[in-house]
């Protein structure tokens, strides 16, 4: 079955520093991935999403994540965090269903950016 | 364009009612999936509709249940509420399902069940 395990529950980083969201995927064949970013009281908005193209994916805010195949991996990072960016983060992965597709979630990553 | 429209924002419920909520999909899409968030289990696939038709279903009882109209549109139906059915529920647009095409998300409606 098709699955991701984000590795940290919480994260904090300094303003200014780099950010590192882990996520490893588990999967029989060449996965779609996604990382989606909620803010409180919000609904999800996709950053970036993977589906078989280069492997290193740029999304938005400056986020960008790289697909390894060996290491079964699909980490986010930013080079720079922002107070902005404190959130939750879900790595996610797509699921071929009888007829379609459904999402498969990771567990989330709290960020917390620190001044 | 506009985004993913979810219908109410909020709404509390008495055990043992029954709720609609409603989703409004990107205009052009045909795809509108429906989502569980609970603090406990996190994010949970609810079902899938695609052109009127459900598609894909989740682990869920029977009391849950949806449609989708002729416009994309889609209502979400919950019977015999439970204390446990308190959640965010989020409903995400596609055009066709496949992710090639990416998953936009509505705002949600946060559902409570006292």
């Known amino acids: 079955a098709q699955s991701v395990t984000q590795l940290d529950s919480h994260v904090s980083v300094s303003e200014g520093t780099p950010v590192l969201l882990r996520c490893n995927y588990s999967?029989?064949?060449?996965?779609?991935l996604f990382w989606y970013v909620q803010h409180p009281n919000k609904g999800l908005q996709l950053l970036l999403k993977?589906?078989?193209?280069?492997?290193l994916v740029k999304g938005i805010n400056g986020f960008e994540a790289e697909f390894k195949k060996s290491e079964t991996s699909f980490h986010l990072t930013k080079p720079s965090a922002h107070m902005s960016d404190a959130a939750e983060y879900f790595c996610?992965?797509?699921?071929?269903?009888?007829?379609?597709?459904?999402?498969?979630f990771g567990k989330g990553t709290s960020l917390l950016v620190t001044p | 364009k506009a985004g993913v429209t979810q219908t109410p924002r909020y709404l509390i419920k008495t055990r043992g009612q029954q709720v609609t909520l409603s989703c409004s999909p990107i205009?052009?899409?045909?795809?509108v999936s429906w989502y569980q968030q609970t603090p406990g289990q996190g994010l949970q696939f609810l079902f899938e509709?695609?052109?009127?038709?459900?598609?894909n279903k989740g682990n869920f009882p029977g009391r849950f249940s949806g449609r989708q109209f002729s416009n994309s549109r889609s209502e979400m139906n919950v019977s015999t509420l439970e204390l446990g059915d308190s959640a965010l529920y989020l409903c995400?647009?596609?055009?066709?399902?496949?992710?090639?095409?990416?998953?936009?998300f509505g705002s949600g409606t946060r559902l409570t069940v006292v």
């Open positions: 996610v992965v797509s699921v071929p269903t009888n007829s379609g597709y459904a999402l498969n």
């Open positions: 509709y695609f052109s009127e038709t459900q598609r």
């Open positions: 205009s052009g899409h045909r795809s």
């Open positions: 999967s029989s064949y060449s996965p779609s």
């Open positions: 993977y589906t078989s193209a280069a492997t």
């Open positions: 995400a647009s596609s055009a066709e399902g496949d992710p090639i095409y990416g998953y936009t």
